[in-house]
């Protein structure tokens, strides 16, 4: 078996075969004619009328018209396509020297009824008989933005999906969640499967350990100009099929195939433009010092006297130590085929720089795809796709922690000596740390080679009968060297670590998926149609990861792990094998009621031998109600959903037993130490069970202008595998258990509209809108809380998310300002910040520090919303995609380090007097007037560090902020060159395009760009900025041809 | 056609056949990273590695309640003795005896009595330590994941079954043991002589302890110490790597990189400098780094370095002798062993055997530190220090055993016995307003074990443990 699985790819390419034809012309005609709206008797310009035989094809002008001159004598096919119309064919025959006029009527389609969409396993199945909801993005619309990564460009465009960009950094990671968390586990993996054409892929992020570096989600590889469509499936009932890979849902991601026809070559190169899209405010007042003096070679930045009282000025460092980023996107495809073959290759470069300097990414992606009809009912297709992708990661978070110790009277651009030493900003540069120096030498490079492949069989013995075999494998090594240099031996050297290290990572990843289909079809009746598919799916994955570790530099700028004193390494296995068998019943009743019933057994190799095997149904109806009702003339269609399904999750690999391990640091002395793993495995585990109910609708009116579906779901994940922490004194620190129960709850409402149409111009429409609420139902007995993250604030000022029994997901947790109340009374929710009860002011005539940690935000948004608009006028299309995430909290560690350092606006209060807004401890309000400087201030009180320093800086309530924002996602001019004109020069089509993305239009956030979280997107302590990469807008200018 | 029919069969044959023997393909749950057993030579490795550390995680808070260190900020939680939770201190005590628990089972199962006996004396030593910072604590039902909220045991049963397992533990080191601990053992190499001399010495710690009780028995503190260490060679101590620095050598090297850390107390520097008692202290150097105008000067407890220059104080450096780069952490000495000869004598009304006592540790921890011979003459016969047997009195010997115990936990333990009457120790300047003015006696438990365990207690950092009673 292993064998089978595993062939080999390279003699695919057998398979696939190029093929051009020509054609030999004798007598000839002209075939012409105009193309109207059947209903509005408008004009339609830009159809693509096509004459198949003759592989000839052109799109009607502005005046709706086209011509073919010079047409073979004899019998055609000719057909008009148009996007949101039927398609027409009418047969003409061309006469030696005639010309044949063809007018030709087109109805607006109801496209998305008849639509076929893409389900589990790429398998096709009639929008019309769906239970649930699933929505695609097209080509068009994925590629709108320019945006490098998949996972972002689908942000916004989906309801019930929430897509968080990690920061602005070249090549860095995007989180996507749909329809909420559904695990208690703080490392559990809560995205949805990729899968592409039918077999899934890898979209882990491996961030690196140490200062985090902003590593690529793996669907990042994907060109997203490869992609035809994307279809999301959301609930539990759409990924029925796919069992426990698909828990939290999937995107099936369909790439594009050649057609027969002529050949098609499609040239596409964009240039952008990266620029930090919001800064905080900073101050330019005061220098570098303390107690608001000048203290020669201090370390303090901000906290000196005024410039104007100084001979030094300040540097914006912000905006001089960031850059403008440039990327070169180049790519090219080839496709076309005839009967029996069709053929996709395709070529695209990606080259990105950095907004913070010495960081870039690259991607190169190749990809050839293959058909091959032999027979009628045979066919095998196959894809490969081989990606290179990498770059130099820089240390954001250390980059901006250095910027903020940074004194602003010194260059900061001005960084290396001329021995190629770093020049600090005191002690005449021998102490401070630059952090475009660091930039530059603490190098991180990854480089990613990776092969994704497909093979698949397609035979039909009979008409009722239909074998599918898929093989699939998703194979890469992602080799990364971290380099931190040791002294380079000159005296006085200000170094950037004492000893300097190297870090060579090899991660090893192998997926192999082999997923067998039986389909069988019969009509029982002439009303009732059936649909029997059952299936086979194995998934195998090899993952390895080995870490050596050197630090110590014999010699400088020498870096090999030959030249370290010490070395050690670290090395992880993992291997995870999951079989399902799977069986999906489509009862259609004549063409307006329909039933699938599915159900899956899945033996997964992480559970017990005794609770491996797990089984899972699912039931969903769909009711299209406009077939059988009388409904006025304006109500197109109606459909009603309802699905009830069930779905299992098995455990993270290695769960069921103890363990000892090695301690980093060993060997030491030539021994090894080993000790008891800290987590207690389990023999006892069982799957998971998430239960969801999903209810909606389908409306269309006038004639598919304008489309509201509607759905509501709930889903409940019980029996979640996670590790419990328990008491040290068990000898573990946590136990692997089934507990717990999280719920999400919402809807989804997608409104698509055609307002406008008139001749020459339209306008397009779709609004999406979803809220989802999480609450955590349970945690576990005797557990009242679990930690999913925490992010560092001076003074015990951090936050911590925690999972709190009752509450909604995503509570922040950290210090906060004493609040008042009268004698006895207490706090009507004790564990939660009461920001309307007055502060409590002490005998300092300063708010008082609370140390309980009291939930002071939450980081799930109340809801999140997109408007995208496609106008179109002629040649010229302008489309834009506004975008909002409404109510979600941030705790900004920026915010904390401002503050502590002086560095923004909101810290030029230190010289004012104020009396603070609050209550004193016997009720009375608060009336004592303090100064907020350094030092002793004008009421002879010393304040010692300051109000910034010793009050603000400690609660970590000053730093949670609202970060929801409003954006303009992408806004697209794009100019199509007239036809005449590019056919004259021998252009299918040529289009010009500008685009813009990521402008912030609202927020009431006041620092980086509100969207940037820290922890990749692999991290589920969605809500920190910690110190990390800030978001960048991007201006594009792109030529596509079509020759 | 039936080629094709006949593929399709095959292929949907050999699927459910897969399924058939699917059993072996998906037994692949075994962790192929961590073994399921260890060796009980390498949990040996650990166990000693580990009691090293965790007798510097414990120093690296209670030196700031004895004053050896200073913190360079204001609102310092350890100067000022609040009720922090040392979650990483009691998980890594329970780490250890974890391993322990287990190292003593595995090692009994294959007959080697040596490394039982190395087993049961740092669990011991281990268990003590945690006894002397929280008192009771869950033992009987703990290490072993049965009980997820094991019981607390009274610290006073601890204490019982600190000499036991120390008994039991000589017994098994004085026999035929089948495996012999070499190099893993980072403590003694494997001598079993030492092991028993370590046993006897600690004996003669915990039965001291009792000072303040009636059980307090000072003849059975000196036949202990009979048995115990014969010079500093004996010394339980772990040297460290270079490729992983002694723990202290960690806080002087940040410290250097600006992240503060180490700075030596003023309490310390007045002890050493002449100020408290009038004598140059020789040993001064051998702590402490001078600053950056050549002086030793100390933090004041609780106020923070205010807005001096960073080299504005002393500190610890790699140079100095407790925070060099390999630097021995020790666990317990020779020297200790003489102050505890010296007060267990001076109560047996013995002062010639105290006096000398007395006189041969300070001898001893001077020979340790590598003071040379004049100085420490020089010192010896200083009449501050040469006091003779009719003046030795506790408070000397306190005061002597102080600076021999620089930043070891047990000095806080001294500390409170003697009730911290040292001579000028006054309480940091902001200090924890819930104690009231008074010095610490004990800790609170740990928020992790308070949320996890059901069983914690509720205690108060002034409720005593039962030997300070």
């Keep these: ?1043 | 056609m039936k080629n094709f029919l006949k593929l399709s069969l095959i292929v949907s044959f050999s699927s459910f056949l897969f399924l058939a023997g699917c059993e072996d393909y998906l037994s692949v749950n075994d962790d192929p990273n961590n073994p399921t057993e260890a060796p009980a030579l390498g949990l040996v490795t650990n166990v000693t590695y580990e009691s090293a550390q965790n007798t510097y995680r414990m120093g690296s808070i209670t030196s700031y309640y004895v004053q050896y260190l200073g913190s360079p900020n204001t609102g310092s939680t350890t100067d000022n003795q609040e009720a922090s939770s040392y979650g990483t201190q009691w998980f890594r005590l329970y780490d250890t005896l974890t391993d322990l628990s287990d190292l003593e089972i595995l090692a009994e199962e294959e007959g080697a009595t040596q490394l039982v006996g190395i087993a049961k004396v740092l669990k011991a030593y281990n268990l003590a330590t945690l006894v002397d910072a929280w008192g009771d604590a869950p033992y009987s039902e703990a290490f072993f994941g049965e009980e997820l909220n094991p019981a607390y045991d009274d610290q006073e049963n601890l204490y019982t079954e600190v000499f036991t397992l120390l008994d039991d533990g000589i017994q098994q080191l004085q026999m035929e043991s089948t495996i012999s601990a070499g190099t893993e053992d980072f403590l003694y190499g494997g001598n079993s002589a030492q092991w028993i001399q370590f046993a006897n010495m600690l004996q003669a710690r915990y039965l001291n302890h009792y000072s303040k009780q009636d059980s307090y028995s000072p003849q059975d503190i000196l036949s202990a110490v009979d048995n115990g260490f014969a010079s500093n060679d004996d010394d339980a101590q772990v040297s460290y790597f270079e490729d992983q620095v002694n723990p202290w050598a960690s806080i002087a090297i940040s410290n250097a990189n600006l992240i503060l850390g180490g700075w030596i107390s003023e309490q310390t520097v007045e002890h050493l400098d002449g100020t408290t008692y009038g004598v140059e202290d020789p040993r001064i150097e051998f702590l402490m780094d001078t600053t950056g105008t050549g002086e030793y000067i100390g933090v004041e407890n609780g106020a923070g370095r205010g807005d001096a220059q960073l080299d504005g104080y002393s500190f610890l450096t790699t140079e100095t002798f407790y925070a060099g780069r390999t630097s021995p952490v020790l666990l317990a000495t020779y020297t200790e062993q003489k102050f505890i000869e010296a007060e267990a004598a001076l109560n047996a009304t013995q002062p010639v055997r105290a006096y000398q006592a007395y006189l041969d540790g300070i001898e001893a921890h001077m020979d340790k530190l590598g003071v040379d011979e004049a100085d420490k003459n020089a010192y010896l016969t200083d009449p501050a220090v040469a006091v003779g047997e009719a003046g030795l009195n506790i408070d000397l010997i306190m005061k002597e055993k102080y600076i021999a115990m620089f930043l070891n936990p047990e000095a806080w333990v001294d500390a409170r016995r003697h009730d911290y009457s040292y001579e000028n120790m006054d309480i940091p300047v902001n200090l924890n307003p819930d104690l009231g003015g008074e010095f610490i006696r004990r800790w609170v438990y740990p928020d992790s074990e308070e949320q996890r365990n059901v069983n914690t207690p509720d205690v108060s950092l002034l409720d005593s443990i039962f030997w300070d009673q």
């Design chain 1, 1 to 1043: 078996m292993q064998k089978l699985l595993q062939l080999n790819f390279l003699s695919l390419f057998a398979f696939i075969i190029l093929c051009f034809t020509g054609h030999q012309a004798l007598a000839q005609g002209v075939v012409s004619g105009t193309v109207t709206d059947a209903d509005s008797d408008e004009t339609l310009i830009g159809v693509n009328i096509l004459i198949d035989e003759l592989d000839l094809g052109m799109p009607t002008d502005a005046e709706g018209q086209f011509q073919f001159s010079n047409v073979p004598v004899g019998e055609y096919q000719l057909e008009a396509r148009y996007i949101g119309f039927n398609t027409v064919q009418r047969s003409v025959t061309v006469a030696d020297g005639e010309e044949t006029v063809v007018n030709l009527e087109m109805t607006m389609s109801n496209a998305e009824l008849d639509e076929l969409v893409v389900t589990s396993f790429g398998l096709e199945q009639e929008r019309k008989s769906l239970g649930y909801s699933v929505q695609e993005i097209d080509s068009e619309n994925l590629t709108v933005g320019n945006q490098s990564n998949v996972v972002s460009a689908l942000g916004g465009k989906v309801s019930g999906v929430q897509v968080t960009n990690t920061g602005g950094s070249p090549g860095s990671s995007s989180r996507i969640i749909i329809r909420g968390i559904n695990s208690l586990d703080p490392g559990a993996d809560n995205q949805p499967l990729f899968v592409v054409d039918g077999v899934p892929i890898d979209n882990s992020t491996i961030e690196s350990t140490g200062t985090p570096r902003g590593l690529s989600n793996r669907a990042a590889d994907i060109n997203p100009n490869d992609i035809e469509s994307v279809n999301v499936l959301k609930g539990a009932a759409a990924t029925a099929l796919y069992g426990v890979r698909a828990a939290n849902g999937a995107i099936i991601i369909t790439t594009k195939s050649g057609e027969a026809g002529d050949t098609q070559i499609n040239i596409s190169s964009t240039v952008g433009f990266d620029n930090i899209n919001k800064f905080p405010e900073f101050q330019e007042v005061y220098g570098q010092g303390w107690y608001f003096g000048q203290i020669e070679d201090d370390f303090w930045p901000n906290w000196g006297p005024k410039y104007e009282d100084t001979d030094q000025e300040y540097h914006d460092i912000w905006r001089d130590g960031t850059q403008t980023g440039v990327q070169y996107d180049n790519s090219i495809n080839v496709s076309g085929g005839n009967e029996l073959t069709t053929y996709y290759a395709s070529v695209a470069n990606l080259q990105q720089e950095g907004v913070l300097p010495y960081g870039n990414w690259d991607r190169t992606s190749v990809r050839l795809s293959g058909d091959i009809s032999p027979k009628e009912n045979f066919s095998v297709r196959s894809s490969i796709n081989y990606i290179n992708s990498g770059g130099d990661r820089v240390p954001a978070d250390r980059f901006m922690e250095t910027m903020m110790y940074w004194a602003p009277n010194e260059d900061v651009t001005n960084f290396e000596k001329e021995d190629g030493t770093q020049r600090g900003y005191y002690n005449d540069g021998s102490s401070g740390n630059n952090p475009l120096y660091g930039n530059k030498y603490m190098t991180y490079k990854d480089n990613v080679n990776r092969l994704i492949g497909n093979v698949t069989f397609d035979y039909s013995p009979a008409e009722w009968f239909n074998v599918l075999y898929t093989l699939g494998t998703d194979f890469y090594s992602d080799q990364r060297t971290e380099i931190t240099p040791g002294p380079r031996g000159v005296e006085g050297e200000n170094v950037l670590s004492s000893t300097g290290y190297i870090n060579e990572t090899r991660i090893n990843s192998r997926d192999i998926n082999s997923t067998l289909n039986l389909t069988f079809q019969k009509e029982v009746t002439e009303k009732v149609n059936t649909r029997l598919r059952v299936g086979n799916d194995i998934f195998d994955r090899d993952f390895n990861n080995i870490v050596s570790s050197g630090d110590d530099f014999v010699t400088p700028l020498f870096y090999h792990l030959s030249n370290v004193r010490n070395i050690s390494l670290n090395q992880e296995i993992r291997q995870r094998r999951l079989v399902g068998v799977y069986g999906d019943l489509l009862l259609d009743y004549d063409n307006f009621l329909f039933v699938n019933v599915t159900g899956r057994n899945d033996w997964s190799s992480t559970l017990p031998e005794d609770n491996r095997s797990f089984f899972y149904p699912s039931v969903s109806v769909g009711f299209s109600f406009s077939d059988v009702m009388d409904l006025p003339e304006y109500f197109t269609f109606g459909k009603l959903r309802a699905s009830l399904s069930q779905v299992g999750k098995d455990a993270p690999v290695y769960s069921t037993t103890d363990t000892y391990n090695t301690p980093s640091q060993y060997p030491l002395g030539g021994s090894v130490g080993f000790t008891r793993s800290n987590t207690r495995g389990s023999a006892d585990l069982k799957p998971e069970q998430t239960t969801s109910v999903e209810l909606g609708t389908d409306l269309r009116f006038f004639d598919n202008r304008l489309g509201l579906d509607f759905t509501w779901y709930q889903s409940n994940s019980r029996d979640q595998i996670f590790a419990v922490p328990i008491s040290q004194a068990t000898g573990y620190t946590q136990t692997i258990t089934n507990a717990g129960e999280i719920e999400n709850k919402g809807i989804e409402i997608q409104l698509t509209g055609r307002p406008v149409q008139v001749q020459d111009f339209a306008w397009d429409v779709t609004v999406n809108y979803s809220r989802n609420k999480s609450t955590v139902v349970e945690v576990a007995e005797g557990i009242e809380q679990i930690l999913v993250g925490s992010s560092f604030g001076y003074v015990g000022s951090g936050a911590a998310i925690q999972l709190t029994q009752g509450d909604p997901y995503g509570n922040i947790y950290g210090r906060s300002y004493e609040r008042y109340y009268p004698d006895n009374e207490e706090p009507e929710n004790p564990t939660h910040l009461d920001e309307d009860a007055p502060l409590l002011i002490g005998d300092d005539g300063f708010p008082v520090t609370n140390t309980d940690q009291l939930v002071l935000g939450n980081t799930q948004p109340d809801w999140v919303g997109s408007i995208n608009n496609s106008l179109s006028y002629k040649n010229l299309n302008l489309s834009f995609l506004i975008d909002a995430k409404w109510g979600q909290d941030v705790y900004s560690q920026y915010d904390n380090f401002f503050t502590a350092f002086g560095i923004t606006k909101n810290t030029l209060d230190r010289e004012d007097t104020r009396v603070f807004e609050g209550v004193t401890d016997d009720g009375q309000p608060n009336t004592q007037e303090v100064w907020l400087g350094q030092g002793v201030g004008p009421d002879g009180v010393d304040y010692g560090n300051g109000y910034h320093r010793n009050v603000k800086r400690e609660a970590t309530e000053e730093f949670i902020f609202d970060a929801s924002y409003i954006k303009l996602r992408n806004i697209r001019l794009a100019y199509s060159l007239p036809q005449n004109f590019t056919s004259d020069i021998g252009f299918r089509n040529i289009t010009l395009s500008a685009t813009a993305t990521n402008i912030i239009l609202y927020t009431p956030f006041e620092g980086f760009d509100p969207e940037s979280r820290a922890g990749g997107a692999g991290s589920n302590a969605d809500g920190f900025t910690a110190l990390d990469y800030p978001g960048v807008s991007s201006f594009f200018f792109s030529v596509n041809l079509s020759l």
